[in-house]
Nanobody, 118 residues
Framework: QVQLVESGGGLEQPRGSLRLSCAAS????????MTWYRQAPGKERVLVAF????????NYADSVKGRFTISRDNAKKTIYLQMNSLKPEDTAVYYC???????????WGMGTQVTVSS
């Protein structure tokens, strides 16, 4: 049974930090590229950060570049999103996504709420 379980969300002040985690199970994690997406109320879901299956390639949305860092630990079957210098505009539901394009396989987590407010 495939599972992607996000954790680490919550309420944080502007300029604060949070670290999100996404724990995977039920598939060969090391074969999958991983992505964090977010969706704010009334807006489309957008890509935040990407990491390839080996961890050698990363990419970020311009809005978070320099503030957020994506990483993965294949031994723990977990990816992380370290979020620093948080802004109210970062408020959204954050979703974990796994993709293996060679077999057209993808999975989504249920999301975790991040609220940045004073």
């Amino acid at each position: 049974q495939v599972q992607l379980v996000e954790s680490g969300g919550g309420l944080e002040q502007p300029r604060g930090s949070l670290r999100l985690s996404c724990a995977a199970s039920g598939f060969t994690f090391s074969n999958y590229a991983m992505t964090w997406y977010r969706q704010a109320p009334g807006k489309e879901r957008v890509l935040v950060a990407f990491i390839d299956s080996s961890g050698g390639i990363t990419n970020y949305a311009d809005s978070v570049k320099g503030r957020f860092t994506i990483s993965r630990d294949n031994a723990k079957k977990t990816i992380y999103l370290q979020m620093n210098s948080l802004k109210p505009e970062d408020t959204a539901v954050y979703y974990c996504h796994a993709a293996r394009w060679s077999i057209s396989s993808e999975y989504w987590g249920m999301g975790t709420q991040v609220t940045v407010s004073s």
